[in-house]
């Protein structure tokens, strides 16, 4: 293999949008005939596919084909990986409404006590469809340790705030996935648990020392590590000072200290020579801002390189035809720095043995029939997940049953959550009188709806989503949207709920992603529950929505245990 060739291998792109122009927003679901033959001519690593990429089973299945066909026309060929972010939860890029749409891992996390083995069950459900779709590797699980309340980013998609249940979780899905045949990635290596800014949009820092880090960030994965060899580990854009406190030259001028993707202390020395890992490590999306904006991009993949990082994710956007320039460039530039000394060539033989490795385990076409995707076994573990997963955050103390209350008042964050939890209450009770409200509404609507309402069910998503679960960076415009819009609502809904209280109302607090906010409503609160999930998997309904109807109405319990010491 020439170098030409070998530095392709080492690059995982994305092709969410194409068209004629760099600011297209077409969705790429047909591999377009110039991506095809530059992989045809030029090989490469890898492509990582987004919700707009997979809109059916059959138009995937022929995209994944499309791009391994072209890989298989190269000079050197070897095969795709072809990965996507399917967490669970509200990180699910495949098409709910034909694959299993779980809770996430927080989900997992309060499900554990009553029911161990769902990870492992779920993980090999997730392979299972993925492989049947032709992807052969899923960025997941997130074993990072969600112990900062603050957190934008990880929240939910952490199993919660103890390393040894993080350890235990994250070692089943990894140990599910890849028994399905699907490669597994550990993120985000150290550790985004602990951060008040997310790395989409800023570099967060971590200022723990290194006892600290030991005991809480990095004990998932020392515990991992002794037991298995996941095929891959993704990397943090985060300051760790403690960790490494050397710098780079940012666009700026001045000085940066070292995020860990570009850190040969804590890619090498500490996760490869310390913690014993011998497989692939790919960055996290390099056009996030916790790279992108201070540093140039080519500059970014050469010093990750350096680093011991093996591929580089999302190292330029590919839009339209005339973009592949930009991956031309990139390979020239690699090329120069590996000639010129500033890669070392052991390191860069090594790491192409490894994705070799690597590539030797996948299947040629996909392994299952497309009848597995959303089959009625599948369907039944999501709805063992979303019950074994709701839990009490207090004591019921409502003066009757709630389902003794006729005239319910449902006020969640949006109407399509406050309709998917009436569809579901409605279907059990049908005599029961719901009414729909939104925190979107204005103060003086919300009080008319509270006065005529006997039970007021209140429901929250705290806190705010990050672009990780809409899809990417170039969804920053959507969540800076939804960011004013959901601006001081908690506070404003511990007010409601407190004229409910003191207008004589019946109150259940409903927490539908982490329930951090519950300290603040919870003295107006004669019930409380958590989901860890809010999605829709189908229109106007969700699974956990159907859950959470049951124990209201004292059809089930409400079996979870909460995975956060922070709100015990």
């Not at 006997?454 to 415009?477: C, H, I, K, N, T």
Request: net charge neutral; aromatic share 4%; hydrophobic share 40%.
């Amino acid at each position: 293999m020439t170098l030409e060739q070998q530095i392709p291998q080492k690059l995982m792109i994305d092709l969410r949008y194409f068209g004629d122009d760099p600011d297209t927003r077409t969705p790429m679901t047909r591999l377009p005939a110039a991506v095809a033959e530059w992989i045809a001519r030029h090989g490469l690593g890898g492509v990582i596919l987004f919700s707009d990429n997979l809109q059916s089973p059959a138009q995937i299945r022929a995209l994944t084909s499309q791009l391994q066909q072209a890989a298989a026309c190269s000079p050197c060929p070897r095969p795709l990986l072809i990965s996507v972010d399917q967490e669970g939860g509200r990180v699910c890029r495949t098409p709910r409404e034909h694959t299993t749409a779980f809770a996430g891992n927080m989900a997992l996390g309060a499900a554990e006590p009553s029911q161990p083995q769902l990870a492992a069950e779920v993980a090999s459900v997730m392979g299972r469809e993925l492989a049947a779709l032709g992807i052969n590797v899923n960025h997941a699980p997130c074993v990072d340790v969600n112990n900062n309340p603050q957190n934008p980013v990880i929240n939910v998609r952490a199993y919660g705030d103890d390393p040894d249940q993080v350890a235990r979780l994250g070692l089943a899905q990894v140990r599910g996935l890849e028994a399905a045949g699907v490669l597994a990635t550990l993120k985000h290596f150290p550790g985004h648990g602990d951060t008040h800014s997310d790395s989409h949009t800023g570099l967060p820092r971590v200022d723990h020392d290194r006892a600290h880090l030991d005991r809480v960030e990095l004990a998932p994965y020392r515990t991992i590590l002794r037991q298995v060899q996941p095929a891959m580990v993704m990397t943090a854009h985060i300051q760790y000072p403690a960790l490494d406190s050397t710098t780079l030259t940012g666009l700026d001028g001045r000085q940066h200290l070292v995020p860990a993707t570009l850190s040969r202390r804590i890619i090498t020395d500490l996760l490869r020579q310390e913690l014993g890992y011998q497989g692939v490590v790919i960055t996290d999306a390099l056009d996030m801002a916790g790279i992108s904006g201070w540093l140039d991009l080519t500059e970014a993949v050469i010093h990750a390189f350096a680093a011991g990082v093996d591929i580089a994710l999302m190292p330029v956007r590919i839009r339209c035809e005339e973009d592949l320039a930009k991956l031309e460039r990139l390979v020239a530039a690699i090329r120069e720095a590996l000639t010129g000394g500033r890669l070392d060539g052991d390191d860069w033989r090594h790491s192409l043995a490894r994705i070799g490795r690597l590539k030797a385990r996948l299947p040629s076409v996909p392994a299952l029939s497309a009848e597995v995707l959303g089959c009625e076994s599948h369907r039944q573990l999501e709805r063992r997940l979303a019950s074994a997963a709701i839990t009490e955050l207090c004591a019921n103390t409502l003066p009757k049953p709630a389902g003794a209350h006729r005239r319910w008042l449902l006020l969640l964050p949006d109407l399509d959550k406050a309709h998917a939890l009436a569809s579901a209450l409605q279907e059990l009770a049908p005599t029961l009188e719901l009414v729909c409200a939104s925190l979107l509404q204005t103060d003086d609507k919300l009080r008319t709806a509270l006065d005529q309402a006997e039970l007021v069910v209140s429901g929250f998503v705290s806190p705010r989503q990050s672009v990780a679960e809409l899809g990417g960076m170039e969804d920053l415009a959507a969540l800076d949207e939804q960011a004013l819009i959901r601006a001081h609502r908690p506070r404003r809904l511990a007010t409601l709920l407190e004229q409910a209280r003191r207008r004589g109302r019946s109150v259940v607090h409903l927490s539908l992603r982490a329930p951090y906010e519950f300290p603040l409503v919870s003295p107006w609160c004669h019930w409380a529950l958590a989901s860890f999930a809010y999605h829709l998997d189908r229109p106007g309904r969700g699974t956990s929505y159907d859950a959470l109807a049951r124990v209201l109405l004292g059809l089930a319990p409400a079996p979870g245990r909460l995975p956060l010491k922070e709100i015990e």
